[in-house]
């Protein structure tokens, strides 16, 4: 029996930002699973249960920081703990202290690289290790 994929969902307005990402995680071996918006990434959240999300901070609707806040704040406790990479094009400190108030798991800044990208959901999967 093959061993579990490790679950992504990716919360990207932009459908090139997103395609790249989907490009370099399906690549490396993740199931990946996408949403345009916060909106929708949170119910998918509740659904897929995935071990780590990518988000954007500025998205329609839900932004990245008001994702990481309603996931905080979830019933479901599995949920609760899934870790929560937020990447922006801001370089903005407010953003970047905001996103670690909120319970950010990591904070990445466009562009982002594969490299990068990798390297920030290796460091939260411990943190993703009890989730099913």
Not at 10 to 20: F, M, P, Y
Not at 45 to 73: C, E, F, S, W, Y
């Amino acid at each position: 029996m093959a061993a579990e994929k490790l679950r992504l969902l990716i919360a990207e307005d932009s459908s090139i930002v997103r395609s790249l990402y989907v490009a370099c995680l399906e690549n490396a071996g993740f199931e990946v699973h996408q949403s345009t918006d916060g909106k929708r990434a949170l119910a998918m959240a509740a659904v897929l249960k995935p071990h780590v999300i990518l988000a954007d901070i500025t998205m329609p609707g839900i932004d990245g920081i008001t994702l990481i806040q309603r996931i905080r704040a979830h019933t479901d406790e599995v949920v609760k703990k899934i870790p929560v990479i937020l990447v922006t094009a801001s370089e903005d400190s407010n953003s970047r202290q905001l996103a670690a108030q909120a319970g950010a798991a990591e904070f990445l800044n466009k562009p982002v690289t594969a490299a990068q990208l990798l390297s920030a959901i290796q460091k939260v999967l411990p943190a993703a290790a009890g989730l099913k």
